[in-house]
Protein backbone atom coordinates (compact mmCIF):
# COMPACT_ATOMS: atom_id res chain seq x y z
CA UNK A 1 0.00 0.00 0.00
CA UNK A 2 3.03 2.24 0.73
CA UNK A 3 4.33 1.63 -3.11
CA UNK A 4 1.12 2.73 -4.10
CA UNK A 5 0.74 5.77 -2.56
CA UNK A 6 4.01 6.40 -3.42
CA UNK A 7 3.57 5.85 -7.24
CA UNK A 8 0.22 7.43 -7.34
CA UNK A 9 1.41 10.87 -5.70
CA UNK A 10 4.62 10.80 -8.20
CA UNK A 11 2.06 10.24 -10.70
CA UNK A 12 -0.09 13.33 -9.85
CA UNK A 13 2.59 15.76 -9.61
CA UNK A 14 4.64 14.78 -12.69
CA UNK A 15 2.97 16.53 -15.03
CA UNK A 16 2.26 19.74 -13.15
CA UNK A 17 5.66 20.22 -10.94
CA UNK A 18 8.22 17.39 -12.16
CA UNK A 19 7.71 17.46 -15.88
CA UNK A 20 8.62 21.55 -15.92
CA UNK A 21 11.38 20.55 -13.53
CA UNK A 22 12.61 18.40 -16.33
CA UNK A 23 12.64 20.75 -19.07
CA UNK A 24 13.87 23.62 -17.03
CA UNK A 25 17.01 20.64 -16.85
CA UNK A 26 17.68 20.40 -20.30
CA UNK A 27 19.48 22.43 -22.47
CA UNK A 28 17.86 25.28 -24.63
CA UNK A 29 17.53 24.83 -27.87
CA UNK A 30 18.33 28.58 -28.94
CA UNK A 31 16.03 30.87 -30.98
CA UNK A 32 17.57 32.93 -34.22
CA UNK A 33 17.19 36.53 -34.98
CA UNK A 34 14.94 37.64 -36.54
CA UNK A 35 16.22 37.54 -40.57
CA UNK A 36 15.46 40.68 -43.24
CA UNK A 37 13.33 39.75 -46.43
CA UNK A 38 13.10 41.21 -49.42
CA UNK A 39 9.85 41.04 -49.21
CA UNK A 40 6.97 40.35 -46.96
CA UNK A 41 5.57 36.50 -48.05
CA UNK A 42 1.59 36.47 -48.93
CA UNK A 43 -0.40 35.85 -45.45
CA UNK A 44 -3.88 34.31 -45.31
CA UNK A 45 -5.90 35.16 -42.29
CA UNK A 46 -8.49 32.62 -41.79
CA UNK A 47 -11.06 33.33 -39.39
CA UNK A 48 -13.30 30.18 -38.29
CA UNK A 49 -17.24 31.05 -37.43
CA UNK A 50 -20.26 29.30 -36.87
CA UNK A 51 -23.20 31.94 -35.95
CA UNK A 52 -21.16 34.47 -34.93
CA UNK A 53 -23.37 37.45 -37.03
CA UNK A 54 -23.11 39.52 -33.41
CA UNK A 55 -19.28 39.21 -33.56
CA UNK A 56 -17.94 39.17 -37.08
CA UNK A 57 -17.82 42.73 -37.98
CA UNK A 58 -15.56 43.49 -35.01
CA UNK A 59 -13.39 40.47 -35.47
CA UNK A 60 -13.24 41.85 -39.48
CA UNK A 61 -12.68 45.67 -38.91
CA UNK A 62 -9.94 44.18 -36.03
CA UNK A 63 -8.64 41.82 -38.96
CA UNK A 64 -8.35 45.19 -41.08
CA UNK A 65 -6.70 47.41 -38.85
CA UNK A 66 -3.35 45.19 -38.69
CA UNK A 67 -0.44 46.54 -39.91
CA UNK A 68 0.54 44.62 -42.96
CA UNK A 69 0.71 45.45 -46.69
CA UNK A 70 -2.71 45.18 -47.67
CA UNK A 71 -1.60 43.52 -51.10
CA UNK A 72 0.49 41.21 -49.17
CA UNK A 73 -2.57 39.78 -47.04
CA UNK A 74 -5.99 37.84 -48.41
CA UNK A 75 -8.10 37.67 -45.05
CA UNK A 76 -10.91 34.46 -45.44
CA UNK A 77 -13.52 33.64 -43.71
CA UNK A 78 -14.37 30.09 -42.83
CA UNK A 79 -17.76 29.52 -42.10
CA UNK A 80 -18.90 26.18 -40.79
CA UNK A 81 -22.61 26.39 -42.28
CA UNK A 82 -23.83 29.46 -40.58
CA UNK A 83 -27.44 30.44 -40.66
CA UNK A 84 -28.07 33.61 -38.71
CA UNK A 85 -27.01 36.40 -41.18
CA UNK A 86 -22.87 35.80 -40.18
CA UNK A 87 -22.37 34.97 -44.22
CA UNK A 88 -24.04 38.56 -45.33
CA UNK A 89 -22.02 40.47 -43.18
CA UNK A 90 -19.23 38.61 -44.15
CA UNK A 91 -20.36 39.58 -48.16
CA UNK A 92 -20.38 43.31 -46.74
CA UNK A 93 -16.77 43.30 -46.64
CA UNK A 94 -16.10 41.66 -49.81
CA UNK A 95 -14.67 45.21 -51.54
CA UNK A 96 -12.35 45.09 -48.64
CA UNK A 97 -10.32 41.61 -49.98
CA UNK A 98 -12.66 39.87 -47.60
CA UNK A 99 -13.34 36.35 -48.66
CA UNK A 100 -16.28 33.81 -47.81
CA UNK A 101 -15.76 30.29 -47.63
CA UNK A 102 -18.25 28.48 -46.82
CA UNK A 103 -18.98 24.71 -45.54
CA UNK A 104 -23.07 24.10 -46.52
CA UNK A 105 -23.34 21.56 -44.21
CA UNK A 106 -22.14 21.78 -40.29
CA UNK A 107 -18.91 19.55 -40.73
CA UNK A 108 -17.22 21.18 -37.71
CA UNK A 109 -14.10 23.93 -37.20
CA UNK A 110 -11.73 21.29 -38.76
CA UNK A 111 -13.32 20.72 -41.91
CA UNK A 112 -13.98 24.59 -42.33
CA UNK A 113 -10.44 25.00 -42.04
CA UNK A 114 -9.65 22.52 -44.50
CA UNK A 115 -12.09 24.81 -46.87
CA UNK A 116 -9.72 27.89 -46.41
CA UNK A 117 -6.73 25.99 -46.88
CA UNK A 118 -7.50 24.68 -49.89
CA UNK A 119 -8.74 28.80 -51.06
CA UNK A 120 -6.05 30.60 -49.70
CA UNK A 121 -2.74 31.79 -51.57
CA UNK A 122 -0.46 32.55 -48.71
CA UNK A 123 2.73 31.42 -47.61
CA UNK A 124 1.97 30.98 -44.41
CA UNK A 125 -1.74 30.83 -42.80
CA UNK A 126 -2.79 32.57 -40.12
CA UNK A 127 -5.77 30.94 -37.79
CA UNK A 128 -7.36 33.21 -35.79
CA UNK A 129 -11.33 32.65 -34.11
CA UNK A 130 -13.72 35.61 -34.20
CA UNK A 131 -13.58 36.31 -30.17
CA UNK A 132 -9.85 36.76 -30.13
CA UNK A 133 -8.47 40.02 -30.34
CA UNK A 134 -4.79 40.83 -32.36
CA UNK A 135 -3.03 43.53 -31.84
CA UNK A 136 -1.90 45.45 -34.97
CA UNK A 137 1.86 44.43 -34.69
CA UNK A 138 1.16 40.63 -34.72
CA UNK A 139 1.84 39.65 -38.58
CA UNK A 140 4.76 41.10 -38.53
CA UNK A 141 5.95 39.66 -35.37
CA UNK A 142 4.52 36.19 -37.55
CA UNK A 143 6.93 37.16 -40.33
CA UNK A 144 9.95 37.84 -38.34
CA UNK A 145 9.56 34.44 -36.28
CA UNK A 146 9.03 32.21 -39.76
CA UNK A 147 12.57 34.12 -40.99
CA UNK A 148 13.76 31.19 -38.74
CA UNK A 149 13.79 28.15 -41.57
CA UNK A 150 13.79 25.67 -39.05
CA UNK A 151 10.37 27.13 -37.67
CA UNK A 152 6.98 25.29 -39.09
CA UNK A 153 4.61 26.99 -36.94
CA UNK A 154 3.90 29.61 -34.23
CA UNK A 155 1.89 29.93 -31.35
CA UNK A 156 0.17 32.98 -29.51
CA UNK A 157 -0.11 33.20 -26.02
CA UNK A 158 -3.86 33.57 -24.24
CA UNK A 159 -4.80 36.96 -22.43
CA UNK A 160 -7.98 36.94 -20.84
CA UNK A 161 -10.08 40.04 -20.72
CA UNK A 162 -12.35 40.67 -17.67
CA UNK A 163 -14.95 43.46 -17.45
CA UNK A 164 -13.68 43.73 -14.04
CA UNK A 165 -10.12 43.34 -14.74
CA UNK A 166 -9.96 40.63 -12.28
CA UNK A 167 -7.46 38.00 -12.22
CA UNK A 168 -9.41 34.43 -12.55
CA UNK A 169 -8.70 30.94 -11.24
CA UNK A 170 -8.24 30.00 -15.16
CA UNK A 171 -6.02 33.04 -15.73
CA UNK A 172 -3.81 31.77 -13.38
CA UNK A 173 -3.91 28.46 -14.89
CA UNK A 174 -3.62 29.95 -18.30
CA UNK A 175 -0.72 31.88 -17.03
CA UNK A 176 1.20 28.31 -16.15
CA UNK A 177 0.28 26.61 -19.90
CA UNK A 178 1.84 29.48 -21.50
CA UNK A 179 5.22 29.22 -19.29
CA UNK A 180 4.74 25.47 -20.05
CA UNK A 181 4.59 26.03 -23.63
CA UNK A 182 7.74 28.50 -23.42
CA UNK A 183 9.71 25.75 -21.82
CA UNK A 184 8.77 22.93 -24.66
CA UNK A 185 9.45 25.55 -27.23
CA UNK A 186 12.53 26.25 -25.78
CA UNK A 187 13.88 23.02 -25.37
CA UNK A 188 12.37 21.36 -28.77
CA UNK A 189 8.57 21.74 -30.07
CA UNK A 190 5.19 22.40 -29.07
CA UNK A 191 2.68 19.63 -28.26
CA UNK A 192 -0.28 22.13 -29.30
CA UNK A 193 -0.75 25.34 -29.86
CA UNK A 194 -3.17 27.35 -28.74
CA UNK A 195 -5.86 26.77 -30.85
CA UNK A 196 -7.62 30.56 -30.94
CA UNK A 197 -4.30 32.23 -32.75
CA UNK A 198 -1.80 30.43 -34.31
CA UNK A 199 0.47 30.75 -38.01
CA UNK A 200 1.93 27.69 -39.84
CA UNK A 201 3.61 27.63 -43.61
CA UNK A 202 1.27 26.09 -45.90
CA UNK A 203 3.16 22.72 -46.24
CA UNK A 204 2.67 22.48 -42.53
CA UNK A 205 -1.29 22.60 -43.52
CA UNK A 206 -0.84 19.30 -45.07
CA UNK A 207 -2.58 16.86 -44.19
CA UNK A 208 -5.01 18.83 -42.27
CA UNK A 209 -6.86 15.76 -40.21
CA UNK A 210 -10.19 16.81 -40.00
CA UNK A 211 -11.14 15.01 -37.11
CA UNK A 212 -8.26 15.88 -34.80
CA UNK A 213 -7.91 19.18 -32.91
CA UNK A 214 -5.96 21.77 -35.76
CA UNK A 215 -3.64 22.93 -32.66
CA UNK A 216 -2.49 19.74 -32.09
CA UNK A 217 -2.11 18.29 -36.03
CA UNK A 218 -0.13 21.25 -36.77
CA UNK A 219 2.70 19.97 -34.23
CA UNK A 220 2.73 16.87 -35.39
CA UNK A 221 3.11 17.68 -39.03
CA UNK A 222 5.92 20.56 -38.14
CA UNK A 223 7.57 17.29 -36.60
CA UNK A 224 6.84 14.51 -39.45
CA UNK A 225 8.08 17.81 -41.81
CA UNK A 226 11.54 18.36 -39.58
CA UNK A 227 10.18 21.43 -38.51
CA UNK A 228 9.62 23.37 -35.28
CA UNK A 229 6.57 24.59 -33.58
CA UNK A 230 7.09 27.45 -31.23
CA UNK A 231 5.45 29.75 -28.54
CA UNK A 232 6.34 33.30 -29.00
CA UNK A 233 5.38 35.24 -25.62
CA UNK A 234 5.35 38.32 -27.49
CA UNK A 235 2.47 37.30 -29.83
CA UNK A 236 -0.40 37.89 -27.99
CA UNK A 237 -4.48 36.57 -28.38
CA UNK A 238 -7.01 38.87 -26.03
CA UNK A 239 -10.80 37.38 -25.73
CA UNK A 240 -12.74 37.67 -22.81
CA UNK A 241 -13.02 34.48 -19.97
CA UNK A 242 -15.99 32.27 -20.01
CA UNK A 243 -18.46 34.00 -17.27
CA UNK A 244 -20.63 30.49 -17.22
CA UNK A 245 -19.18 28.25 -15.17
CA UNK A 246 -21.00 25.39 -16.56
CA UNK A 247 -19.68 26.47 -19.97
CA UNK A 248 -16.17 26.23 -18.71
CA UNK A 249 -17.01 22.93 -17.93
CA UNK A 250 -18.39 21.63 -20.98
CA UNK A 251 -15.70 23.27 -23.36
CA UNK A 252 -12.12 21.65 -21.44
CA UNK A 253 -15.07 17.90 -21.89
CA UNK A 254 -15.01 18.46 -25.29
CA UNK A 255 -11.24 19.15 -25.61
CA UNK A 256 -9.89 16.41 -23.43
CA UNK A 257 -12.16 13.70 -25.94
CA UNK A 258 -11.23 15.63 -28.69
CA UNK A 259 -7.35 15.18 -27.76
CA UNK A 260 -7.93 11.71 -26.75
CA UNK A 261 -9.72 10.73 -30.01
CA UNK A 262 -7.21 12.72 -31.89
CA UNK A 263 -4.24 10.47 -30.03
CA UNK A 264 -6.27 7.26 -30.32
CA UNK A 265 -6.09 7.81 -34.08
CA UNK A 266 -2.86 8.57 -34.57
CA UNK A 267 -1.13 6.58 -31.52
CA UNK A 268 2.60 6.63 -33.08
CA UNK A 269 2.68 10.55 -31.54
CA UNK A 270 3.63 8.83 -28.86
CA UNK A 271 6.54 6.83 -29.71
CA UNK A 272 9.56 8.96 -28.78
CA UNK A 273 11.75 6.13 -31.03
CA UNK A 274 10.13 7.55 -33.92
CA UNK A 275 9.58 11.14 -32.74
CA UNK A 276 12.19 11.98 -29.70
CA UNK A 277 11.42 14.49 -27.50
CA UNK A 278 8.15 14.89 -28.81
CA UNK A 279 6.74 11.71 -27.85
CA UNK A 280 7.77 12.28 -24.71
CA UNK A 281 6.14 16.26 -24.70
CA UNK A 282 3.03 14.10 -25.44
CA UNK A 283 3.31 11.82 -22.44
CA UNK A 284 4.04 14.26 -20.51
CA UNK A 285 2.02 17.32 -21.32
CA UNK A 286 -1.06 15.23 -22.63
CA UNK A 287 -1.51 11.67 -21.37
CA UNK A 288 -0.16 11.91 -17.97
CA UNK A 289 -2.37 14.67 -17.26
CA UNK A 290 -5.25 13.04 -17.98
CA UNK A 291 -4.32 10.36 -15.61
CA UNK A 292 -4.22 12.98 -12.71
CA UNK A 293 -7.38 12.46 -11.47
CA UNK A 294 -6.98 8.88 -11.54
CA UNK A 295 -3.50 9.05 -9.57
CA UNK A 296 -5.61 12.12 -7.03
CA UNK A 297 -8.31 9.10 -6.34
CA UNK A 298 -5.27 6.52 -5.55
CA UNK A 299 -3.52 8.80 -3.08
CA UNK A 300 -6.36 9.23 -1.16
CA UNK A 301 -7.54 5.81 -0.89
CA UNK A 302 -4.08 4.95 0.20
CA UNK A 303 -3.79 7.53 2.38
CA UNK A 304 -6.96 6.76 3.70
CA UNK A 305 -5.56 3.48 4.75
CA UNK A 306 -1.91 4.11 5.82
CA UNK A 307 -3.47 7.14 8.05
CA UNK A 308 -3.38 4.99 11.08
CA UNK A 309 0.32 3.26 10.20
CA UNK A 310 2.21 6.39 10.34
CA UNK A 311 1.69 10.05 11.11
CA UNK A 312 3.31 10.97 7.66
CA UNK A 313 0.40 9.51 5.91
CA UNK A 314 -2.30 11.01 8.19
CA UNK A 315 -1.09 14.21 7.56
CA UNK A 316 -1.19 13.59 3.73
CA UNK A 317 -4.98 12.31 4.37
CA UNK A 318 -5.55 15.69 6.68
CA UNK A 319 -4.19 18.08 3.90
CA UNK A 320 -6.20 16.58 1.09
CA UNK A 321 -9.78 16.00 3.44
CA UNK A 322 -8.73 19.90 3.84
CA UNK A 323 -8.11 20.80 0.06
CA UNK A 324 -11.64 18.93 -0.61
CA UNK A 325 -13.11 20.61 2.06
CA UNK A 326 -12.65 24.09 0.54
CA UNK A 327 -13.41 22.72 -3.00
CA UNK A 328 -16.81 22.08 -1.95
CA UNK A 329 -17.38 25.07 0.01
CA UNK A 330 -16.21 26.63 -2.97
CA UNK A 331 -19.11 25.09 -4.86
CA UNK A 332 -22.12 26.10 -2.20
CA UNK A 333 -20.71 29.72 -2.15
CA UNK A 334 -19.91 31.70 -5.49
CA UNK A 335 -17.85 34.36 -2.83
CA UNK A 336 -15.73 31.62 -1.85
CA UNK A 337 -14.87 30.26 -5.42
CA UNK A 338 -13.98 33.68 -6.79
CA UNK A 339 -11.82 34.27 -3.57
CA UNK A 340 -8.21 34.62 -3.81
CA UNK A 341 -8.17 31.60 -1.17
CA UNK A 342 -11.06 29.39 -3.12
CA UNK A 343 -10.30 30.07 -6.99
CA UNK A 344 -7.81 27.55 -7.72
CA UNK A 345 -8.74 24.59 -5.48
CA UNK A 346 -11.97 25.04 -7.21
CA UNK A 347 -10.74 25.68 -10.62
CA UNK A 348 -7.87 22.57 -10.54
CA UNK A 349 -10.36 20.36 -8.87
CA UNK A 350 -13.36 21.16 -12.10
CA UNK A 351 -10.58 21.07 -14.20
CA UNK A 352 -9.71 16.87 -13.32
CA UNK A 353 -13.41 16.45 -13.34
CA UNK A 354 -13.80 16.99 -16.58
CA UNK A 355 -11.12 15.45 -17.37
CA UNK A 356 -11.85 12.26 -15.74
CA UNK A 357 -15.68 12.74 -17.27
CA UNK A 358 -13.99 12.74 -20.49
CA UNK A 359 -12.23 9.60 -19.78
CA UNK A 360 -15.20 7.92 -18.83
CA UNK A 361 -17.12 9.48 -22.04
CA UNK A 362 -14.27 8.44 -24.29
CA UNK A 363 -14.10 4.48 -23.13
CA UNK A 364 -17.61 4.75 -23.31
CA UNK A 365 -17.19 6.07 -27.16
CA UNK A 366 -18.25 9.26 -27.38
CA UNK A 367 -17.18 11.51 -29.81
CA UNK A 368 -17.09 15.09 -30.54
CA UNK A 369 -17.56 15.60 -34.23
CA UNK A 370 -18.77 19.02 -34.43
CA UNK A 371 -17.09 22.01 -33.23
CA UNK A 372 -19.35 24.06 -30.52
CA UNK A 373 -17.92 27.54 -30.04
CA UNK A 374 -17.73 28.96 -26.80
CA UNK A 375 -19.96 32.14 -25.41
CA UNK A 376 -17.58 34.76 -24.05
Not at 9 to 38: E, H, K, Q
Not at 100 to 115: C, D, I, N, Y
Not at 197 to 215: K, N, T
Request: glycine share 6%; with cysteine.
Amino acid sequence: MQTLFWLSLIGALYSYFLYPLLLLALPGRGRLSPRAVAQPPMLSLVITVHNAADRIRWKLENSLELRYPRERLEIIVASDASDDGTDDVVREYADRSVRLVRSPTREGKEHAQALAIAAAKGEIIVFSDVGTRITPGSLRRIVDDFSDPEVGAVSSEDRFVTSEGEVLGEGLYVRYEMWLRRLESDVNTLVGLSGSFFAARREVCQPWDEHSPSDFNTALNCVRKDYIAISDPELLGYYPAIKEENREYQRKLRTVIRGITALARQPDRLSPFRYGLFGVHVWSHKVRRWLVPWFLLLVFLSSLALAPTHWLYACALGAQLAFYALVLAGWLSARLRISALGKIPFFFAQADLAIAHATVASLLGRRVAVWQPARR
